[in-house]
């Protein structure tokens, strides 16, 4: 199974920016804006409520292959804050055989956590944590995953004067033992960019319906 984490960290990004599409998740029926990674076919999605509707509620579903190590996204240009994170690796693969898929019966389920990270060091935790919820199981084969959560107490904000707002993405091969490693390392350079997402587009008018079904 995989993890899901959040945490805050800063870094210096690439100026290259992918903008968000449409994309309609089979499994789900929810019209997401999601970015896709052209060169590993990884990709992070966005579903807000419709205008009007609470602010600081979103789903996300991220996508990759089992050999990525962990990737997350950011509301904010260069992870300036917390960052919704999907580990593979430490989660998809039992503790006895770092290479190999689990069977079902020994399948880990997934993991909640809050975690804040600059540069690779703890800092103690915020007043308001982000609330994670899976809200479907994790779509797992021998080449790629899916994970789809509600985040509570997670605000995207959509730039004024701008149909595009400016978020950042982290996406690492490193492998960690847990993704509550206090070590846990990526590399700003490579590992993290800044992508742009048209959130007015992201609201999705059956989103409470959808909450309240999966």
Not at 20 to 29: E, I, P, Y
Not at 61 to 76: K, L
Not at 108 to 113: D, E, I, S, T
């Amino acid at each position: 199974m995989l993890c899901f984490i959040a945490f805050f960290a800063a870094a210096s990004l690439s100026t290259v920016l992918a903008q968000s599409k449409a994309h309609v998740d089979s499994s789900t029926g929810i019209t997401f804006q999601r970015v896709q990674n052209t060169k590993d076919g990884s990709s992070v999605a966005i579903a807000l409520p419709p205008q009007g509707a609470s602010a600081n509620d979103a789903i996300v579903q991220m996508t990759g292959p089992i050999s990525q190590g962990f990737s997350g996204i950011s509301p904010a240009p260069n992870l300036q804050s917390f960052v919704l994170l999907t580990c593979c690796w430490c989660c998809t693969r039992p503790s006895n055989d770092a290479r190999s898929l689990p069977e079902k019966s020994s399948a880990r389920k997934p993991m909640f956590a809050s975690r804040h990270l600059v540069a690779g060091h703890s800092e103690p935790k915020a007043a308001v944590e982000p609330v994670l919820t899976q809200l479907r199981e994790p779509e797992i084969t021998s080449m790629t995953y899916k994970v789809t959560f509600r985040c509570q107490n997670c605000t995207f904000t959509e730039a004024k004067g701008s149909v595009l707002t400016t978020l950042s993405i982290v996406s690492s091969n490193n492998n960690p033992s847990s993704i509550l490693d206090p070590e846990l390392k990526f590399d700003p350079a490579s590992d993290v960019r800044n992508v742009q997402f048209d959130l007015s587009a992201a609201r999705f008018a059956d989103y409470w319906a959808v909450v309240e079904q999966l």
